[in-house]
Nanobody, 126 residues
Framework: VQLVESGGGLVQSGGSLRLSCAASGFKYGDYGIGWFRQAPGKGRERVSC????????VYADSVKGRFTISSDKATNTVYLQMDSLKPEDTAVYYC????????????????????WGQGTQVTISS
């Protein structure tokens, strides 16, 4: 299983970015996909998750109404459209795949089946 994130960068407050998570090594829908982020000096927090087959999505309160998660079966890619970005959105963003994300959008405990990408930096200037 491989997850490759892309699309990070530096934008001004109020701007937009679209992150991509290209997945391989498993069939579309076998796992839910989650986006998490980690800001400097802080723990990793959930951003959003999607169950690809039924398109059910979940968002953290801090990003509701600004971020949109979507999935593309043809390319086995999950996107995170981020609008109205704020400086506090600055973080390294990771995508992850796990059976857990089909029913629960939280970081799986150690030992639970999960795969993580390498992360992509998102920096929002004020």
């Amino acid at each position: 299983v491989q997850l490759v994130e892309s699309g990070g960068g530096l934008v001004q407050s109020g701007g937009s970015l679209r992150l991509s998570c290209a997945a391989s090594g498993f069939k579309y829908g076998d796992y839910g996909i989650g986006w998490f982020r980690q800001a400097p000096g802080k723990g990793r927090e959930r951003v959003s998750c999607i169950s690809p087959l039924d398109r059910i999505s979940v968002y953290a309160d801090s990003v509701k109404g600004r971020f949109t998660i979507s999935s593309d079966k043809a390319t086995n890619t999950v996107y995170l459209q981020m609008d109205s970005l704020k400086p506090e959105d600055t973080a390294v963003y990771y995508c992850a795949a796990s059976p857990m994300f089909i029913s629960s959008c939280r970081e799986p405990p150690e030992g639970y089946l999960q795969f993580w990408g390498q992360g992509t930096q998102v920096t929002i200037s004020s």
